[in-house]
Structure formats: C-alpha cells, structure tokens
C-alpha cells in the first residue's frame, strides 16, 4: 500500500517570510492537494540565538492571506504535535545517542579557540576547505582519539561537549532529486557536522531528519540552497537505518535578481523599487521594516499566479490559473532546473488581469475604503461607478479612487499647465453654452446623450468639439486627462457638470 502524501514547509522563524520562502510553501501546498495528501507546517526553531519575535506570526499570516493554510501546523496542531521543535527538544538527544552507541556519531570537546588553531593549521597548510571531517578527527579531542575512560570522566564532570556525525571516509552518497536528477557526492567532501550543540540542543540537521522521520514525511520540496547538506541527510538515513522510509527529495531552483546577476536577497527589495517579502514588516527589535505585495495592492490570486510561475510552467501557454487549476495543472516535473529571474513587471501584469478580472461590486469596497481614509462617505453605487471608470486602467486597487476621486470632490483648483494651453475664448464659448443647455435639461442624461449635446452645442457655435475637449475635461474633473469624460459627466449628471463648468468659468481667466 502506497503511503500518504504527507509534506512540510519548515521556516525558521528568524526574520519575515521572503518571498523564495512563500513559494517554498506554495509548491509544497500544490504538490499535497494534487496528490490527496497532506501539508504540514514546522516551525524550526533550535537557534535560539537568531529568533525574532513576530515571525512566526508572521509566516501564519503570510499563508493566510494567500489561502494555502497548512493542514496540520503550531496553531492547527494534528497526529504529529508539536509542530515547534523547541517543543520537541526532550526528544533528539536519544536520536543522537543511539547514534553515537552504533558508531555513526561521537562526542567532541574541542573548545573554540581548539577549532580555530585547527583552522588555522590547516589554512596554513594550503587547505583549500578547513574543516572537521574524517581525517581531522583523528587529531582533535573527541570520544574516537580519547580513551574511554576519559570520555566518561569528561561527560561525568559536565564539561560541555557536542556530538558530531561521523561521515565515512570513503562513500558515495547518492540521491534522485526529483527535480535535479541523480546527485553524487563523495563522502570525503562532507564534515563531520555537529548534530547536538553544547547548550542541548539539536542542529538543524538532526532535528530537521529526525522530525521528517516523526512526522511521516514523504517527500522534502525546498530551496536550493539546501541541495548541499542533502547528503548529509541521506546519510544520517541511512545510519538511523530508515532508508526505507526516507523522503524524496526536490530542490527548487533558485529566485534571482531581475538582471539574472545572483540570488535575490531579502535586502534587493526596497532597494529595487518592489517588495520581496508577502506583508508590510517591523521588526520589534531594531525596528527595521520592509514593504509587502499585500499593502502595495497586489491581489492575492494574482500574487500567487505570479509566484507558481517563478520557477514552474504548465507547458503551454496558458498564464492565468486560479488555485484550484494550479492544483489540477502542477507537476514537480515541470519546475526549472535553473534559477528564474524576478520580473516586477509580470507581477504587475498579473495584478492587472486580475483586477479587470473582478465585478466592480468586488472592488467597491477597496474604493469605499480609500475614499474614507480622506474622510470621504461613499455609498456602494458611486464606488461601482468609479471602479467601472478606473479598472482597465489601473495595475493596483488604490489607483481607482486616486483616479477619480474628483468625481466625488469637485475641483477647486485647476491644472495651471493645461490651462495656459488650452483655455481660450472658443472653449469659454462652448462651456458656456452648454452650461446653459444643463441647467434647462431634465431628460435621460447617460454617457451618449451628454456627449450628443455637447457635440451639438460646439456645432451650433461653429467650434470643433476636438479643439476644445481637453478645457471641457479641465473645468469638470482639474485635471487635463483621465478616464473617459463622458461616462464622468453621466456619474456626476447635469446638474452638477453645469454647476462645476459655471465654477471654472468664474474661476479661470481667458488667456487667449
Ligand atoms: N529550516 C529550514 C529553512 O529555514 C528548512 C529547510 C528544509 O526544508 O529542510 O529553510
């Protein structure tokens, strides 16, 4: 019997979710529902020393806000509680002791001036990476050069010690990455890595295989940049002899830079111009903060159409994928092996589809929201209207009331530019006129009669509508462009185009 699917997302809560990290979370949510399985969050937080607060928090509201909530998690806790390994701490030391009584791991003394003069011997001697493996062992102080008897006269004075795993001298460690292929790597490459700190707690190696184990994982999805340690983690498979149960491995390609020059870093953003990160972030510590698609007006569905895109396609040309299709289109076959660039412009193209994509009673309540942060009380049909002006036109919800916000409030000021070129005595002619025309007017006043009138009214005067269109558009709206006038003047109606058209006459001199 095949087992159940049954994937983690694992951050460490250590600063804001990045957005390399939120499609960690997606793809690993894609690859669980597709196969009926499970997606189980894990917060890693054995290093104490790099903790900040509100991450956690963090990460729950990032996945919430795009709807890819975990199944079992911190705060939905399921059969593999607890989903914190600082709450799991009792458990590993066993793991790392049963380890070290089968000879695949052992304690070590060293101090860290010890480990230093090690380095520093060893740089000395041209060694191109100093590190603690399978040849330096034999000259450190560890319980494999020691005699036993001394081993245990140190633990027993609780002198601070860790337990290293023991990598094998020579020994091909090979894994199929679902994504990469074959990966070999020969054993002498690797170091003896530490598995238990002195303080007790576990490495993120140890607890990372350990959990998985527990936890029944089936198959690790996550970034790059873990692809180096994976050997380690087969290896220490193997010497827990769970080999049998052992995950499958893929490692995502890597998120770069817009220009394609290295890794996309959590400092690139604000940098660049566009955020990295899904929300607004603070620090609580040092206060430092950073901007989030959520508060730059990226839609949910659309940032995560865009973000199933940094790294995998569905094979043709198809872009636009709600969750449920991402769902039904994902395969781990199709991710790239290589990094992708970061393009902000697609996400914005995305934000847009999106945006057109939704009724303008939707959107009405970002409008209505807007509006009243400027202390504006705008009913449900008004921000339908507005939204209906604006949606082609905009890439973010906010751009719609900033767009039309003088539809509701009537200019006081006029654009001075657009003024000195194009108000002239034809274009008082006209305004007049048609002011007149308004304020005697009770019939259907929609976008096509408005502009049947005025049409007439520059015809009668023996004026060309188009020479005098953008001082028409001055005297309603301040401004010299925007959405389509003619459907403003229906919102607005006769009454009030009269009464904002006698205002900028009496306002605006005639420079002709
Ligand atoms: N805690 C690791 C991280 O912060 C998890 C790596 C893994 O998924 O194994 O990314």
């Known amino acids: 019997m095949s087992r159940e699917v049954r994937v983690r997302f694992a951050p460490s809560p250590t600063g804001p979710l990045h957005i390399g990290g939120v499609r960690t979370a997606l793809y690993n949510y894609l690859f669980a529902r597709k196969r009926g399985g499970k997606f189980l969050l894990r917060i890693e937080d054995t290093d104490q020393t790099r903790f900040v607060p509100g991450a956690e928090a963090y990460i729950q509201e990032s996945l919430e806000w795009l709807g890819i909530s975990p199944d079992e998690s911190p705060w939905n806790p399921g059969d593999s509680a607890p989903y914190r390994q600082s709450e799991r701490k009792p458990s590993y030391m066993q793991y790392a002791l049963d380890l070290v009584e089968a000879g695949h791991a052992y304690y070590a003394f060293d101090t860290s001036e010890e480990l230093e003069a090690m380095r520093e011997r060893l740089t000395a001697a041209r060694v191109v990476q100093p590190q603690y493996n399978s040849i330096t062992r034999t000259q450190m102080k560890n319980s ?29 460690v090979r894994l199929n990455d679902m994504i990469r292929g074959w990966v070999m790597v020969q054993s002498a490459t690797l170091d003896d890595k530490v598995l238990m700190k002195s303080d007790g707690m576990p490495t993120y190696h140890l607890a990372n295989i350990v959990d998985d184990h527990l936890m029944n994982i089936t198959h690790v999805i996550r970034g790059e940049e873990w692809l180096p340690s994976a050997p380690l983690h087969v290896l220490l498979y193997k010497f827990f002899g769970w080999e049998d149960t052992m995950p499958e491995f893929a490692h995502l390609p890597l998120l770069l830079k817009p220009d394609g020059n290295g890794k996309l870093s959590k400092r690139d953003g604000d940098k660049l111009g566009f955020p990295v990160f899904p929300l607004n972030w ?68 995305f934000n847009e589809q999106y945006l057109r994509a939704k009724s303008n009673a939707e959107l009405a309540p970002h409008v209505i929201a807007d509006a009243s942060k400027e202390g504006e009380i705008i009913l449900q049909d008004t921000a339908e209207a507005l939204v209906a002006l604006m949606k082609e036109r905009v890439t973010f919800p906010s751009e719609i009331w900033q767009g039309s916000k003088f539809v509701v409030i009537a200019p006081t000021e006029f654009d001075q530019d657009v003024a000195g070129k194009r108000w002239n005595a034809d274009a008082v002619t006209v305004l007049t006129a048609y002011a007149e025309t308004l304020e005697g007017f009770s019939g259907t006043y929609d976008a096509e009669t408005a502009k049947a009138m005025l049409g007439e009214t520059a015809e009668a005067k023996e004026i060309k509508l188009g020479k005098v269109m953008q001082a028409v558009r001055l005297a309603v709206t301040g401004v010299g462009a925007g959405p389509d006038l003619m459907e403003i003047f229906a919102i607005l109606g006769p009454e009030e185009v009269a009464k904002r058209i006698r205002f900028s006459l009496a306002t605006l001199d005639v420079i002709s």
């Open 144 to 172: 494999l050069t020691l005699p036993d008897e001394e081993v245990k006269a140190r633990l027993a004075s609780g002198e601070p010690y860790v337990i290293r795993v023991k990598i094998p001298r020579k020994e091909e």
């Open 282 to 349: 603070e620090n609580k510590l040092d206060g430092e903060t950073a901007s989030g698609f959520r508060e730059s007006g990226y839609l949910p569905d659309a940032f995560l159409n865009f973000l199933a895109f940094l790294g995998w396609n569905p094979g043709d040309d198809r872009e636009i994928f709600s969750l449920e299709e991402l769902i039904e289109a994902f395969s781990v076959e199709r991710i790239g092996k290589s990094g992708t660039k970061f393009d902000i412009a697609k996400a914005k193209w």
